[in-house]
Nanobody, 130 residues
Framework: QLQLVESGGGLVQPGGSLRLSCTGS?????????????INWFRQAPGKEREGISC????????NYANSVKGRFTISRDNAKNTVYLQMNSLQPDDTAVYYC??????????????????WGKGTLVTVSS
């Protein structure tokens, strides 16, 4: 199984920045590692539905962003380190949520369904408050 672990969350003031990391370990039954998978970032705030934030293809050649974060967040990956990053700038209180990474095969499908993803991390909490 491929295990995903998020890190980098914490408390920041409005206008601040954080960089989240999603690190993969282990292998699939076919011997694949993180580089085979498109990695999505999702977030879920208290009382809100899960929101798809961003996705990057396995090679890193394709990225997408939700309108709510476009221009502020940047997704990137370093497959040699088995890690995907989400750089978050100009954070606002509405960005407060648990942030999750999730893997799907090769390409970003645009789905936000849980079962569309092969693997999920447990999440990291981002709190934006003054």
């Amino acid at each position: 199984q491929l295990q995903l672990v998020e890190s980098g969350g914490g408390l920041v003031q409005p206008g601040g920045s954080l960089r989240l990391s999603c690190t993969g370990s282990g292998f699939t039954a076919s011997g694949f590692t993180l580089g085979y998978y498109a990695i999505n970032w999702f977030r879920q705030a208290p009382g809100k539905e899960r929101e798809g934030i961003s996705c990057i293809s396995g090679s890193g050649g394709d990225t997408n962003y939700a309108n709510s974060v476009k221009g502020r967040f940047t997704i990137s990956r370093d497959n040699a380190k088995n890690t995907v990053y989400l750089q978050m700038n100009s954070l606002q209180p509405d960005d407060t949520a648990v942030y999750y990474c999730a893997a799907e095969r090769l390409y970003c499908s645009g789905s936000v369904e849980v079962d569309a993803m092969a693997y999920w991390g447990k999440g990291t909490l981002v709190t934006v408050s003054s």
